[in-house]
């Protein structure tokens, strides 16, 4: 899920820590406003451009399409790197007492896997896909980016407490 809240009819990025600059959220709301522009004024006519006198712009617009293609191109874009920052910058959400977990378990290799343990939190195999399911993250299988080995952990510590060999949370 993105870390994005729609306020007062402009897109904010949340979650982050500043590791997405204003300019990102000033690119992805212009580009949100145009595609809804667009998409809720398909009957619009620009009479001063060729071809765009017909109804739909869609099938005749040069101008309108080519706008239209772009912001919807940049609003992908910008979508995955705010969903890229989201589950890979670790270092801007992490809290600090986590860092100290993942540093002492597995010097934060977010791809630590043994016959005993998973996750750069060092969670055994056995516990680890339930403490996510538990925080609503994907089993170690399906996907494990940064933040949903932080939210395995989350439910490792909600379940069980602090069963770490390093200082816990």
Same mark, same amino acid.
């Given at each position: 899920?993105?870390?994005?809240?729609?306020?007062?009819?402009?897109?904010?990025?949340?979650?982050?820590?500043?590791?997405?600059?204003?300019?990102?959220?000033?690119?992805?709301?212009?580009?949100?406003?145009?595609?809804?522009?667009?998409?809720?004024?398909?009957?619009? $006519?620009?009479?001063?451009?060729? %071809?765009?006198? @017909?109804?739909?712009?869609?099938?005749?617009?040069? *101008? &309108?399409?080519?706008?239209?293609?772009?912001?919807?191109?940049?609003?992908?874009?910008?979508?995955?790197?705010? $969903?890229?920052?989201?589950?890979? %910058?670790?270092? @801007?959400?992490?809290?600090?007492?986590?860092?100290? *977990? &993942?540093?002492?378990?597995?010097?934060?290799?977010?791809?630590?896997?043994?016959?005993?343990?998973?996750?750069?939190?060092?969670?055994?195999?056995?516990?680890?896909?339930?403490?996510?399911?538990?925080?609503?993250?994907?089993?170690?299988?399906?996907?494990?980016?940064?933040?949903?080995?932080?939210?395995?952990?989350?439910?490792?510590?909600?379940?069980?407490?602090?069963?770490?060999?390093?200082?816990?949370?």
């Amino acid at each position: 899920m993105l870390p994005i809240l729609l306020v007062a009819g402009s897109l904010v990025i949340v979650g982050t820590a500043g590791a997405v600059d204003e300019s990102v959220t000033r690119k992805m709301n212009h580009s949100t406003h145009v595609v809804k522009f667009f998409k809720n004024h398909q009957w619009l $006519r620009a009479p001063n451009q060729p %071809n765009c006198k @017909s109804v739909p712009w869609t099938k005749s617009c040069k *101008v &309108a399409r080519r706008v239209y293609l772009r912001e919807t191109k940049q609003l992908a874009i910008l979508t995955e790197i705010i $969903r890229t920052d989201y589950e890979f %910058n670790w270092q @801007s959400w992490l809290p600090e007492n986590w860092k100290r *977990v &993942a540093s002492c378990e597995t010097h934060f290799n977010w791809e630590h896997n043994n016959s005993s343990f998973v996750s750069a939190f060092g969670i055994s195999w056995r516990e680890y896909n339930a403490d996510a399911a538990y925080m609503g993250a994907p089993p170690w299988n399906i996907r494990h980016t940064p933040r949903d080995q932080y939210k395995a952990a989350l439910g490792h510590y909600a379940r069980f407490g602090d069963g770490w060999s390093c200082p816990g949370p």
